[in-house]
């Protein structure tokens, strides 16, 4: 269970990244976030994202569903942010959490259980890649208090 847990806030954290990136909003204080060209963070993640749903295999009406799933939440995803001021981010922060959520049982209905299964355990081998990489920086991915 915890496993799972952690697999879904993996997914909710790549998704949330990727609908961010894509977006290229300006934050609650009106400072443009988009990155300048090149490889930010949220275009690494999403182009990830991509590739991983690349080896499930999809039909065309999967992959149509997809786009259609993913360019609902980032438009839902962007107009929660316009609303965001700094004194309401734990509402902003629910409000992402429960759409991200929205999201994943949206994928999980139009992947076959198969396709639900793989995309797991990439999911996971990620999350493995990404905990050892930041063991190995300085620090060991210690969050310093």
Known sequence: ???LAALLALGTMMIGFCFAQQA???G???GHMKQKQGWGPGKKMMKERQEMLAKLGLSEVQKKQIA???KDTAAKA?????KTTQ???????QQMRKLMQDHRA???????????KQLREMMLAKRKEMREKNQQQPGGGQIKG
């Open 87 to 93: 004194s309401a981010t734990d509402t902003t922060r």
């Open 68 to 70: 259609e799933l993913d």
């Open 28 to 30: 609650p204080q009106g």
């Open 106 to 116: 949206a994928m999980e209905k139009i992947l076959t259980p198969a396709q639900n």
């Open 78 to 82: 962007k107009e929660i942010r316009s």
């Open 1 to 3: 269970m915890k496993k």
């Open 24 to 26: 290229g909003d300006a």
